[in-house]
């Protein structure tokens, strides 16, 4: 099963039934949650079709979750052809799975773990960790932002870019997904396969250790 990559889609486009913290914040909250609910019975429906051998089923699977799932990725590995290379491998690990995947999660969210495993698996065998080039683009500059705020931006980005070498890779898995991706505790302990305790634990480590490397900038 080849798996097409999406070179055109870019890692801040938002898709997918999975992406509710990228939704705007003034929607109905109950509106989201219809949405939702409808995003993933169409998902379920189309893993069906997929695990019974129709490929334009998973390609649509693939086309809805993969710029999520790419934006995700690097802010893991930090490097736009690692976080392609993983999501690639996920979508066929995916493929190959499909008779394991029983609906006991949303399609999205097991996708969402694969990836993160595949990620987690490319971080522990780093030596040393890669600097982080991506963990969040700097805000494009508005015609009234001084030069020197500009310069300011993108050392805080550096920064932060540092500072989340210093995490374990389950630390840093787990600050991506709740702190950026705005996944709640539950989500991140499915998408990382620990408990929602350790989460909350990894998660506390690492914010007290990014807090710590980046006093200069509070």
Known sequence: MAVARTPNASPDTRTGPDTRADTDACSDPETRSDADARAAAEDALLAVRAAEGDEEAFAVLVRRHAPALT?????????????????????????????????????????????TNRCLNVLRARRPAAPLEAAG??????????????????????????????????????????????????????????????????????????????????
């Open 71 to 115: 934006r995700l990725a690097t802010r893991l590995l930090g490097t736009r052809t690692e976080a392609e290379d993983a999501v690639q491998d996920a979508f066929i690990s995916a493929w190959r799975r499909l008779p394991e995947f029983q609906g006991r999660s949303s399609f999205g969210t097991w996708l969402y773990r694969i990836v």
């Open 137 to 218: 683009d700097v805000p494009a500059a508005e015609h009234t932002t001084s030069p020197a705020r500009i310069t300011e931006a993108r050392d805080a980005v550096r920064e932060l870019r540092e500072a989340l070498d210093l995490l374990s890779a389950e630390q840093r898995a787990c600050w991506v997904l709740r702190e950026l991706d705005g996944r709640s505790y539950e989500f991140v302990a499915d998408a990382v396969g620990i408990s929602q305790d350790a989460v909350r634990a990894r998660v506390f480590r690492a914010r007290r250790c990014l807090t710590q490397a980046l006093g200069a900038w509070r």
